[in-house]
């Protein structure tokens, strides 16, 4: 790759806090380093893989708003998390985590529950347990 | 906790680069007085790799590797110059990490931690994936704020301490539980044209003589055969998302362009002048041209994600590429195999 040819095609995918550094030749045949915004083909290889996401929160969110799952359910695809992976950062174990999906078992839930939950997700307790925020927030 | 009192400031440069490992093991060389650049460390520690595990799923899609283990890199580099590494863990004792890290900056001796990258808070939102095989390095603390020089981002960053905690205690495939390392002894005298000679030599081995098609220059014809196929063996969807998973690897993650191909030619063009190699330049410019045909590949896998292409044609296409590519590498590690020190 020459020096002049390092691509800066900027979706806003790296929000102006980090650019790539990447290796070119200069016009001498020397490598220099040089920084890029972002690079098309990889920048569509990135959206590929956040649109898969997306999907699988949405239709997380619209089961959650007919009733079908616990707001757990979203913040846990919103996490990009597994049942596995959530019990690892919670410390609760799946068969329970897969009881917690169920509306009605969520609600019962105590505090010190609800925290763990919270902390995993970075978020409070009543973010957590908040479904108006379902209805408009994507 | 005493020790969380005081603010260190250690004296340390930061220098930004591609990759994460590189980077950090370049900068504590540095700051231990010994100038290599990244490309120089990754040559050194033989980071140019290539696998393909199909049998072997991250988030339902196949492992593809344009580098080594994590770890490697920085491992080979210290046993090549002869540096020591003091190393930690603490599988089940957060406060303990965070009070080893605190002693050992306080002695002025900035750390190496691995992390994982999804609350990393300095990070762009789309960069944030569950990966845990990240290294920063705390070079100092203040006030409730660790300092960190983060290879791949520009100026050095900060966490809190809380921050600082979960992320070294990140969970999931290869979790850190609070992995730390510094350089311990540091040699007085280091033979920089027999390291290079052993990196040189450890790659084209590895690149062209492990016995299983999965690594190495088999491992790219591999990978080409299997996905002349994808279309028909996967369906349109996933097939364009085991593309994807290529294209990510070859350029998300630091790799300096092309899956680390531009780098190596960087770090062949160094070693030519340090062994006193012309033919070395050589090499380098051949492994221009294969990281040339890198970017061609992704170029094609790009208008597939974007389904402006004719699918079917369009696979044949990139696989013809890796094919050539795979050829072209075959002849540059077969050269490079015949290195001595001069």
Known sequence: MKKKEVPQDDEGLQEGKLRDLCYAVDEDGNYVTVLSTGWAPKNAAMHQAWEEIHEKVEVTRQKVLVGELSMLAYFMEKNIMDLKLLAQYTGIPKRKLKKHMNPRKFQALDREILEKYAEAFTITIEELIDITRLEKAK | ?342
């Not at chain 2, 906790?1 to 900068?27: L, P, Q």
């Open chain 2, 1 to 342: 906790m005493s020790e969380r009192n005081n603010d260190i400031n250690i004296d340390f440069k930061h220098h930004h680069a591609a990759h994460c490992e590189n980077g950090v093991t370049s900068n504590l060389l540095k700051n231990h007085n010994i100038n290599l650049s990244e490309a120089m460390v990754f040559g050194i520690g033989s980071g140019i790799f290539f696998s393909y595990m199909p049998f072997i799923k991250l988030n339902g899609l196949p492992v593809i590797s344009f580098r080594p283990y994590p770890g490697m890199i920085f491992n080979r580099v210290c046993r090549r110059l002869g540096i020591m590494i003091q190393r930690y863990k603490f599988p089940k004792d957060p406060d303990k990490a965070m009070d080893t890290l605190d002693a050992t900056i306080a002695q002025g001796i900035p750390c190496g931690c691995l992390v994982g990258v999804f609350h990393l808070t300095y990070f762009p939102d789309p960069y944030r994936f569950h990966f845990n095989a990240h290294n920063i390095i705390v070079y100092g603390r203040q006030g409730d704020e660790y300092l960190i020089s983060d290879p791949i981002i520009e100026s050095p960053v900060r966490l809190t301490y809380k921050d600082l905690k979960r992320v070294r205690y990140a969970k999931g495939t290869f979790p850190p539980k609070g992995r730390m390392y510094y350089m311990a002894d540091i040699p007085e005298n280091y033979d920089l044209q027999k390291a290079i000679v052993s990196g040189i030599k450890k790659t084209s081995r590895e690149m062209l003589t492990i016995p299983i098609p999965l690594f190495g220059v088999k491992g790219i014809r591999y990978l080409a055969r299997r996905m002349k196929k994808w279309p028909q063996r996967l369906g349109d969807r996933k097939a364009s998302h085991y593309l994807g998973q290529v294209v990510r690897m070859l350029e998300e993650i630091g790799t300096g362009g092309a899956g680390f191909r531009f780098m190596y030619a960087a770090f062949l063009q160094e070693a030519a002048k340090e062994l006193k190699q012309d033919w070395l330049n050589d090499c380098s410019r051949q492994m221009t041209e294969a990281g040339d045909r890198w970017r061609e590949f992704a170029i094609i896998a790009g208008r597939i994600f974007k389904g402006r292409n004719d699918k079917d044609e369009s696979y044949l296409a990139a696989a013809e590429i890796l094919l050539d590519i795979a050829e072209r590498e075959e002849k540059i590690y077969r050269q490079l195999k015949k290195i001595k020190q001069s």
